[in-house]
């Protein structure tokens, strides 16, 4: 027998995204729920938290949900749909994840995203009127994005939008809206929203990582559509205007030394996205570990500036 036809009898079920079992490890759906992307729905929770001004102490157990809420679950679920939804384009991009692998057997990718929705909402039910108000608009959104008909995911404009205010302003708008048992007020909204606009900017960088396959399955991401060196000069716009407009508030609303400290940690940034655009598709990752870092240290400072307004 010729060894290539021996070769292609011989591939094992994996190869066809076929698994003999039934029910998929416990580890499998870890990895199905990527806990390296909680990070950023969590930080912008606890964001929300300290804008609040409120006091912690008598407020853990409705933390401790708010973080579960915001991460494992809300974001957990995201990451279920998207893989299921994104099973053809991840067998290009990343054929070692759960689903194209085979390690995932069956529907289970789907089923654990419907399983995980379910838990979202009762999970979000304690948290009263605004915390599961919040959680509905983020699986909303959740599912907008990767799920037919909307599918956000198909254009780079409306898809990192969805993405951005699912991970950065919902879970702000929930933090604080728990610790005060109401609307957060308008400066807390203001700033979320800002945080969440640059987000937008970070989620086109994180969208270098699977340009082929977005280009082979009709998915028109930013840098598929641009080409990565325009992708990654609209990126570093979007990431420094907000940011410009977020030191103005803090100096209109005479909170110098946070405007101070944004400014410093925004032009360390555009230090950094010099190196990024001299070859986006390589430093793309990079930056995301070093110039997002400083991004999201900015939004820790800016709440606080606007946890001691709202104790003034």
């Known amino acids: 027998m ?4 021996n070769a292609k009898l011989s591939l094992s079920a994996s190869d066809f995204g076929v698994s003999s079992r039934r029910v998929p490890e416990l580890k499998t759906c870890l ?22 001004g409120q006091p912690f102490g008598q407020h853990w157990p409705m933390i401790i949900a708010g973080l579960l809420l915001a991460g494992p679950m809300v974001c957990g679920t995201s990451q279920a749909v998207n893989d299921w939804f994104d099973r053809h384009v991840d067998a290009i991009n990343e054929p070692n994840r759960p689903i194209p692998s085979g ?9 654990i995203g419907v399983i995980w929705t379910g ?19 983020a699986l909303l959104l959740a599912w907008a994005y990767s799920a037919p008909p909307l599918r956000l995911k198909r254009n780079g404009w409306w898809g990192n939008a969805a993405v951005a205010i699912c991970y950065e302003g919902v879970p702000w708008f929930t933090g604080a809206a728990i610790m005060t048992g109401a609307l957060p007020n308008p400066r807390i909204l203001l ?10 900017g970070i989620m086109t960088l994180n ?8 280009r082979q399955s009709g998915i028109k991401s930013l840098p598929a559509m641009l080409g990565a060196q325009r992708a990654a000069s609209l990126a570093c716009a979007v990431m420094v205007a907000p940011q410009t407009l977020v030191i103005l508030a803090m100096l209109l609303w005479h909170h110098p030394v946070t405007a101070v400290t944004v400014t410093l940690l925004t032009v360390v940034q555009l230090f950094l996205m010099v190196e990024l ?12 570990a070093t110039g997002t870092t400083l991004y999201v240290m900015g939004m820790l400072v800016c709440a606080f500036a606007l946890a001691h307004g709202a104790a003034a």
């Open 103 to 111: 390690r995932m057997p069956g529907r289970w990718g789907l089923y």
């Open 31 to 52: 990895e199905l729920l990527k806990p390296v992307t909680w990070f950023a729905p969590i930080w912008a929770f606890l964001c929300g938290t300290v804008s609040s």
């Open 2 to 5: 010729p060894a290539d036809l």
């Open 277 to 288: 655009l001299d070859r986006p598709r390589e430093r793309a990752i990079w930056y995301n």
């Open 207 to 214: 969208d270098f990582k699977s340009i082929e396959g977005d």
């Open 119 to 137: 838990a979202s909402l009762l999970l979000a039910a304690t948290l009263g009127i605004w915390g599961f108000t919040a959680a509905i608009v």
């Open 191 to 200: 700033i979320a929203l800002l945080y969440s606009l640059g987000a937008h």
